[in-house]
Structure formats: C-alpha cells, structure tokens
C-alpha cells in the first residue's frame, strides 16, 4: 500500500509505502493509496485501560473481550498498556485486527483493599515482593500495585503496604527487567512509592509540589486518567453516608486535579493518556482523554504525544520510521489545530492493514 500526507511530529509532508505490514520510504511498485492528503499519526496509546474488566467484573467470554478492544481500535488506540485485569487475554494476541497489549498482569492488594476479585489479595505484606515476581514472570514488563484504596476501619483513604515492603517489591521487579506502577488516589501513599524507585504512578491527585518536583528528577512517569477522575464526586456521593470522611477526601481530590496536572507538566513530569477504561468507563475514550489534557494546560501537540509518539516511545515502540510496523492514523486536517479531529479518523491502518 502507498500512504501520503504530513507525519507528525516531524510535520513533513511524506509519501510512505507499506509491504509485509512495515513502513518502507523506498517506493514499491503497484502500491495501491490508501490515503492521501491527510495528517498521519503513529498509533494512538492508551497508556491505562482494562481490557478483560468491566463495572460488572470479569470479562471472561472472546467476543466481550474483542469487543472492547475494537472500540478501543476503532478509537485510533492501537497500542493498550493494560494496567491489571483479573483474567488472561493472552489469546487476543492470536487476532491481527486488534491493538497490541503490553500487559501488567493482576493488581496486587492487601486482603480486602481492592474492588472484589479484581486482585491478588495478600494477607501478609512480606509477601509482596514474591507476588510481585510472580505476576512479573507472565506479564510484558510490568507489575500494577494497588498503593491506596479505602480503609474501612479508618472510614478513608489509606496506604496499602509499610515502606520496606514496597521497596523489597520494586527492587524485585527491576531485579528481573521489569517495571512497576501503582494506583494512588491520596498524598499518603505516594513518598514511599516514589523514594522505592517505582516508574510510574497512576491518577497521581494526592501529588503535591514537593513529590512532583521529585517525580521530575527521578524520571517518574504520570498517567493521570482525567475522564476517570471527573467521576470522583460521584465515587464521593456513594460513600458519603457511611464513610463521609473518605467523601470529603475524593471530593478535595478532585477539586484540585487541574492544578496538579498543571504544575506537574510545568516541572517536566513524563506525563501519558489513559483512560482507565473497563472500570466505570467504556472503551474507545482515547480521544477524551488527549482532549482533557489540553484542557489542563498542556499544549495540544504534547497532550497529542502523550497519547502518541512520546508514549509509544516510553513503551518502547517505534513511530513512522522505516522498518517500523505500520500502525498509524489517518486525520483530513491537523489533529494539533483542533483536536476534536482525533474522534473523526479517516484511516486507521494497524500492522499493515486498513482495519478502519
């Protein structure tokens, strides 16, 4: 196939040529254009999404699990960083029409300090760096910590783990190649996560000047999952009878979301779109969430890479560069100018076929 148009982020007009599913700049004879004229970008990332979980739970069955997958493609995501599903999709690895998945395995969690069969629930902190290397051993370089969840006893937010427990787990986890994340709601949990060295933090509200200033020197990545945390004033509502202190805390959380993404991307934190789908949220948000970066004070072309280039890179995946797979999108206008175009794709080509 033969692609031609403006490739971001060089912003060079281009003709690409396509053969065996890689981008080639070397012409190939009988090409047949696909495209032409428009704004080509390397394959959107969903840096936070679950796919195999859903507000119900486990999605055990192939369809469910396609399903929302193809939203997911459909969306221009072709690349998902899974963050913790309770079942394998290995199997999905198999459909050529899906996006690839980097996956984190399963949550690990204190026992009862995660939403109900989501997680590897462990009763005895010591535990978790064994845990930790076990989930390392059957995921694609990643392992998910639940680092704060409510405390029922406390009636709010607590941290999950004691500070020793969390460093022996990270150090396992880089002792075999791989990295670790955490989701964390509150200012609590976060020193201990990020002095033991973990490579990313998920949500990050609690992040304070301090611990942002310290995520930028330490190269600690930030998925913020924006669309996810507008629903914290719902998240409060629900627990505001029984535990109204927690309520309080989500609320404030919130409140000061916008500031927080802002200071972080004035300090330099490494910051990815994701979207936190399979939890409350449907697939196929990727747009909303590039979209609700800009909103917090990002300029479009980086909200767009953080959710594109930037992103694949931290993954470790090319863009659109010669030998590279060809996974890209096809926008009729620049994306940068007005990002609404990113939920209007004109072509979307993932390993080498129009699959969209």
């Known amino acids: ?25 070397e012409p190939v004879s009988d090409a047949v254009t696909v495209a032409k004229g428009g704004w080509l970008v390397p394959g959107l990332v969903d840096a936070h999404n679950h796919i195999g979980l859903a507000p119900s739970g486990s999605v055990t069955d192939v369809q469910g699990q396609r399903d929302q997958a193809l939203a997911d493609r459909n969306a221009g995501a072709l690349v998902i960083r899974d963050c913790g599903v309770p079942v394998d ?65 406390e009636g709010d937010l607590a941290a999950c783990w004691p500070a020793d427990a969390i460093a022996a787990a990270i150090a396992a986890a880089h002792g075999v190649g791989a990295r670790v994340t955490a989701h964390v709601f509150s200012a609590e949990a976060l020193p201990d996560l990020i002095s033991a060295g973990i490579d990313c933090i998920e949500h990050g509200t609690g992040l304070t000047a301090e611990l942002i200033d310290e995520l930028a020197t330490r190269g600690t990545a930030l998925v913020p999952t924006l669309i996810n945390i507008a629903n914290f004033p719902t998240f409060a509502d629900a627990g505001s009878s029984k535990f109204p202190a927690y309520a309080a805390h989500m609320r404030r959380l919130h409140a000061g979301v916008t500031d927080m993404l802002a200071s972080a991307y004035e300090a330099g934190v490494a910051i990815y779109a994701g979207t936190d789908a399979g939890g409350s949220l449907q697939h196929g948000l990727i747009a909303q969430e590039i979209t609700a970066l800009a909103a917090a004070g990002m300029t479009p072309t980086d909200a767009l890479a953080a959710g594109s280039w930037a992103a694949r890179s931290w993954l470790g995946l090319p863009g659109i560069e010669e030998g590279a797979p060809a996974d890209l999108v096809v926008y009729d206008s620049d994306p940068r100018a007005d990002l609404s175009v990113l939920a209007r794709p004109a072509r979307i080509i993932l390993r080498g076929a129009v699959v969209a």
């Open 1 to 25: 196939m033969h692609v031609q148009g403006v490739v971001l982020p060089q912003a060079e007009s281009r003709d690409l040529w396509i053969r065996d599913g890689l981008i080639s700049f």
């Open 89 to 153: 999709t290995r199997h999905l690895d198999a459909h050529p029409d899906l996006p690839r998945i980097i996956r984190a395995g399963r949550h690990l969690a204190p026992h009862r300090r995660y939403m109900p069969g989501v997680a590897v629930e462990l009763r005895d902190p010591a535990a978790l760096p064994a845990a930790v290397l076990e989930q390392a051993a059957t995921s694609d370089g990643w392992v998910k910590l639940v680092g704060d969840w409510i405390d029922r006893e």
